[in-house]
């Protein structure tokens, strides 16, 4: 029994801890419900960033806290818990205004009654569903899971075994948020025990989801947000598939920190297009989902770049004027894609520095072979890389989803929506993930058929909310 009331607390604290990053960010608002009434409904981007920032930013202290030396045990963890705890209480109690401004009497629609009843239904199955088994798929028992029982067993960052590249197999620098916070609810319950690791997978669902909605409230009409809100929570591959929240994989963690990345920057550019307002701290946001996407897959790597440079090409565009004004243009897209990418480099540093010290596999030397030779000698495998990824998206649509469709028919029944900002940032984000991608195919050591064939519905269910979001830009009129 102490054991399951530890992880009580530990869960607990860590919301709160979530809640008090996200107080931190983006400021005391983060509190202030919207004018949607409902509990779920007014406050879902609380709720949903402090799950999300929650589980992430644990893992971070854990790792910073073992870099350091320190012992990665019970004492620690229920620290951790107590102190997320007097963090959020105290966020909560220093964002309190003397005269709140007061809450719509109205009730919610019967609308968004009904898609929070469904999203919570959805959470609960989910929950059921992943605590049926215990872990049981290859990456997340050789990959995360048996990381996750080292650190547990040895109480410590600098475990030989992580250094053992026999041991590590294929994977030795894969990043360390899952097995960290695998290794916090171990240590909590005083036990290994891998089927209630398995509970932060719904959770990262429901604080994606929550916080999706949340976001979507400040742009469109309530009704509107949870409608794109349900058409996410029921996407077949993050759902209903093996591979999506049900399993304790990277992938569908990668679509949430991602996604609520992109989420962030899509707010920031939209509304820096409509009010001209040029507040950073959606885009401090947004680099910090973006590094703790890194810190989950060495995908959010490359999504970073992407992002980064995305995010600089477009303000430049929209700042673009006359001969006098371009300089001008120029520094400011420089200034705002600087602050994301410093943010990123400042969170992610201490990882890479880590990161640097452990053993290397031929698999994981990706960036030795980019050069333009086998460059060249690779260019034979898009015959077969690029009619199976556009098959993977429109064809399997029972596996993956119809998203892929309605992006393509979202961006064709509104094409001058979609040269909007942050529109063109989203389907800059999917073009180039499929292209790094493909390009990957061409310089990796296996044969694209195994390479590409069996990991392109998982890195397909990465983008899956950016495509969502997309067709809520598109189809979605402005509130």
Same mark, same amino acid.
């Given at each position: 029994?102490?054991?399951w009331g530890l ?5 607990? @604290?860590?919301w709160l801890?979530?809640?008090? *990053?996200?107080t931190l ?5 983060i509190?202030?419900?919207?004018s949607?009434?409902g509990?779920?409904?007014s ?9 999300v920032l ?7 202290v ?7 030396g320190?012992?990665l045990a019970r004492?620690t963890s229920?620290g951790?818990?107590? +102190?997320g =705890? ?5 966020a909560w109690?220093?964002?309190?205004t003397?005269?709140p401004?007061p809450?719509?009497?109205?009730a ?5 009654r009904f898609?929070a009843?469904?999203v919570?239904l959805l959470?609960? &199955? +989910?929950?059921?569903?992943? *605590?049926l088994?215990p872990q049981r798929l290859?990456d997340e ?7 996750s029982?080292?650190l547990?067993?040895?109480a ?7 250094l053992h ?7 030795p620098? $894969? ?5 960290l ?9 005083g036990r290994?025990?891998d089927?209630?690791?398995?509970? #932060?997978?719904p959770l %990262?669902?429901l604080g994606m989801?929550?916080?999706f909605? @949340?976001?979507l ?6 009704a509107t947000?949870? +409608?794109?809100? #349900?058409? +996410? ?5 993050l759902?209903?598939?093996? $591979? ?7 992938d569908?963690p990668?679509a =949430? $920190? ?5 989420l962030?920057?899509? &707010? ?14 959606p ?9 703790m ?11 970073a770049?992407?992002?980064?440079g995305l995010l =600089?090409?477009l303000v430049?565009v %929209? ?5 006098n ?5 120029l520094?400011?897209a420089l200034?705002?894609a ?16 880590y990161?640097g010290r ?5 698999e994981?030397n ?6 333009m030779a ?5 260019l034979?495998?898009l015959s077969?890389?690029v009619p199976?990824?556009?098959g993977? %998206?429109f064809?399997q649509v029972?596996?993956?989803g119809?998203?892929?469709?309605g ?6 029944t509104q ?8 529109q063109l940032? #989203?389907? @800059?984000?999917?073009l ?6 493909l390009?990957?195919?061409?310089i990796?050591?296996t ?7 069996? &990991?392109?519905?998982?890195?397909l269910?990465q983008?899956?909310?950016v495509a969502?979001?997309? %067709?809520a830009g598109?189809?979605? @009129?402005?509130?």
């Open positions: 029994m102490i054991g992880l009580l607390l530990g869960l607990i @604290g860590q801890f979530g809640a008090a *990053l996200a960010i983006l400021g005391r608002r509190w202030r419900p919207s949607q009434a509990w779920l409904t406050r879902a981007e609380l709720i949903g960033l402090g799950i929650g589980i992430a930013g644990t893992s971070y854990q790792f910073l806290w073992g870099l350091a320190g012992p004492p229920i951790w818990g107590v +102190l =705890c007097l963090a959020g209480i105290a109690g220093l964002s309190r003397p005269r401004a809450l719509s009497h109205d919610p629609s019967a609308w968004v898609a009843t469904i919570v959470f609960v &199955s +989910l929950m059921g569903q992943t *605590l088994t290859w028992r050789a990959i995360f899971g048996l990381k029982i080292v547990f067993e040895d410590q960052l600098q475990s030989a075994d992580l590249p026999d041991f590590v197999q294929y994977h620098r $894969y990043p360390l948020l899952i097995p916070a695998e290794q916090h609810i171990y240590t909590l319950l290994a025990d089927r209630w690791a398995k509970l #932060l997978f %990262m669902s989801v929550l916080t909605a @949340g976001v409230q400040r742009h469109l009409r309530a947000a949870w +409608l794109w809100t #349900l058409v +996410l929570a029921t996407v077949p591959i759902a209903f598939n093996d $591979y999506g929240f049900l399993s304790a994989q990277a569908a990668v =949430c $920190y991602h996604g609520v990345s992109l962030y920057l899509w &707010s920031w550019l939209r509304t820096r297009r409509k009010e001209q307002s040029s507040d950073p701290r885009l401090i946001l947004a680099a910090v989902a973006a590094a996407t890194l810190f989950t897959k060495d995908e959010g790597i490359a999504l770049l992407i992002d980064g =600089c090409l430049i %929209m700042n673009w004027g006359p001969e004004q371009k300089l001008a243009a520094k400011t200034g705002w600087g602050l994301f990418a410093a943010t990123v480099l400042l969170v992610a540093a201490p990882w890479f520095l990161r452990l053993p290397t596999t031929t994981m990706y960036s030795g072979r980019v050069n086998t460059l060249m000698a690779g034979g495998t077969w890389s199976h990824m556009l993977a %998206m064809l029972t596996t993956m119809l998203q892929w469709w992006l393509l028919i979202a961006g064709a094409p001058r929506r979609a040269l909007r900002p942050e940032l #989203l389907l @800059g984000d999917v180039g993930a499929l292209a790094a991608l390009v990957v195919g061409m990796a050591p044969p694209v058929e195994e390479h590409i064939g069996g &990991s392109s519905h998982r890195f269910m983008l899956t909310p969502i979001l997309f %067709m598109q189809w979605s @009129g402005d509130e």
